[in-house]
Structures are given as structure tokens and as C-alpha cells.
């Protein structure tokens, strides 16, 4: 039994990026553990952030529930926004300071594995990008030895964005998460589709109220779903 330290951002990453080996892993008898930054209060509902942010924390513990976590450790920090400015939040924190409480949990686990983000912070939240930095450097303190990053093939994403690019401004995508030719594991993970958007559907506060990503998702036909989400991507540093 191997002992698996997920890292995400925000409430809802870890349903869209990593929820395929995550119910792959705990199914397979593995300990798995979700570590998140922040509540992901900016997250965008009509809620004000003083609200969202507990409602967040329950959907991430129903995530987490049926993709069968051991463990889920918030870690409190606030969500800086899309746009990077909110004050005080995790992507303007120095690196050590979280590094260090993420090093501890590593420690206390014995883990063997922790998941990041690509440098890019996939498509590029400040707080994901900070993901990147304070995990590496987490895994650094505590001498984890296996790191992931958690990404998407950058050429296959494009294949199905570039149709949309002529009428929506995708152009920005084009240099989102990681080449095909880096990425070093692709987990087939079709056979818990089921649970990737049940995980999905749990973070109901993010899957309403307009054409949201996640909502999208979410509702596929089975076969679709399985096709566009039945296979994460991973880089080993
Ligand atoms: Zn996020």
C-alpha cells in the first residue's frame, strides 16, 4: 500500500485534473490524501466569498468522499482570483511558508507520491502556478520522490479548441498545460468515469449559472464523457 498526496488550488481541480487516478488509486487500495490551498471563495456564483468559501469546503468533502480519500487537509490560504489581485492570497505568499506546512503533511503521511501542477499552472491562475512552486519545493523539504505534475495534452486540448478559436478567443490555450511529446504518463482511467463526474457534480456551486466549463463537462453523454475525460496526464520531474 503506497500512500498518495494529491495538491490542488481550489476546490473542483482536483474533480476536473486528477479524480480518474485518484478513485484508480483508492480503489486499488492505496491511501489517498487531497491537500487544497485554498477554498476557492473567488471562485464565480452570485454568492458573497464569506459564504462561498464553507459551501466549497462541504462540496470538496462529498469530491472527496466518493473518490474514496482517506484524508482531506485544507490548508486555508485565501484564493487570489483569476486576475491574481486579491490581497494577502496564496499566489503572492513567499514560497517557504506553505512549502513547509505541505513538507509536514508529506512527512506525517510517509509519502510516496505527490501530485503539482505544470509551471504553466495548466492554463495559467495565479494560484496554480503557485501550486507548481510550493509543491516542488514541498517535495524538496520532505524528500518525496515521486512527483507528478498534473497537466493535460496541450496538442490533443487544441485539437478540439481550434475549431471554437475562429469564433471564441481560445488563442491563449495554445500555449496551455504541456506538449504531447513531455508528458510522461497517460492513466486511462475510463473505467471510474462514473466516479469523475460524480466528483464533478459535487461542486454544484460551480456548475451553475451560465456556461461554465465544469457544468459542460459534467453533463456529456457517457461515451463522450468517457472519450474527452477518460485519460489524465502526467509529467514525472
Ligand atoms: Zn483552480
Given at each position: 500500500?503506497?500512500?498518495?498526496?494529491?495538491?490542488?488550488?481550489?476546490?473542483?481541480?482536483?474533480?476536473?485534473l486528477t479524480a480518474g487516478l485518484m478513485a484508480r488509486l483508492a480503489d486499488a487500495g492505496h491511501r489517498v490524501v487531497l491537500v487544497v490551498a485554498t477554498a476557492g471563495e473567488r471562485g464565480r456564483t452570485g454568492l458573497p466569498t464569506v459564504s462561498l468559501g464553507p459551501l466549497r469546503l462541504r462540496e470538496?468533502?462529498?469530491?472527496?468522499?466518493?473518490l474514496g480519500c482517506a484524508r482531506v487537509v485544507p490548508l486555508g490560504y485565501p484564493d487570489s482570483g483569476l486576475d491574481g489581485g486579491a490581497p494577502g492570497g496564496f499566489a503572492s505568499r513567499p514560497v517557504?511558508?506553505?512549502?513547509?506546512?505541505?513538507?509536514a503533511i508529506l512527512r506525517e503521511e510517509d509519502a510516496d507520491l505527490l501530485t503539482v501542477y505544470d509551471e504553466h499552472g495548466g492554463y495559467g491562475h495565479p494560484d496554480h502556478v503557485q501550486v507548481?512552486?510550493?509543491?516542488?519545493?514541498?517535495?524538496?523539504?520532505?524528500?518525496?520522490?515521486v512527483v507528478l505534475e498534473a497537466t493535460v495534452d496541450r496538442d490533443?486540448?487544441?485539437?478540439?479548441?481550434r475549431p471554437l478559436s475562429k469564433v471564441?478567443?481560445?488563442?491563449?490555450?495554445?500555449?496551455?498545460?504541456?506538449?504531447?511529446?513531455?508528458?510522461?504518463?497517460?492513466?486511462?482511467?475510463?473505467r471510474y468515469a462514473a466516479a469523475k463526474r460524480a466528483a464533478m457534480a459535487a461542486h454544484a456551486s460551480q456548475g451553475s449559472g451560465g456556461p461554465r466549463l465544469l457544468a459542460v463537462l459534467r453533463r456529456l453523454p457517457d461515451p463522450v464523457f468517457r472519450h474527452a475525460l477518460g485519460t489524465e496526464y502526467y509529467v514525472r520531474r
Open positions: 500500500m503506497r500512500t498518495c498526496v494529491f495538491f490542488h488550488a481550489h476546490p473542483d481541480d482536483e474533480a476536473l470538496l468533502e462529498e469530491s472527496a468522499r466518493v517557504a511558508e506553505p512549502a513547509g506546512r505541505l513538507a507548481h512552486r510550493v509543491g516542488v519545493e514541498a517535495a524538496r523539504l520532505a524528500g518525496t520522490r490533443r486540448l487544441w485539437r478540439w479548441l471564441l478567443p481560445l488563442d491563449g490555450w495554445r500555449q496551455a498545460y504541456t506538449p504531447g511529446s513531455r508528458i510522461s504518463h497517460r492513466v486511462d482511467v475510463r
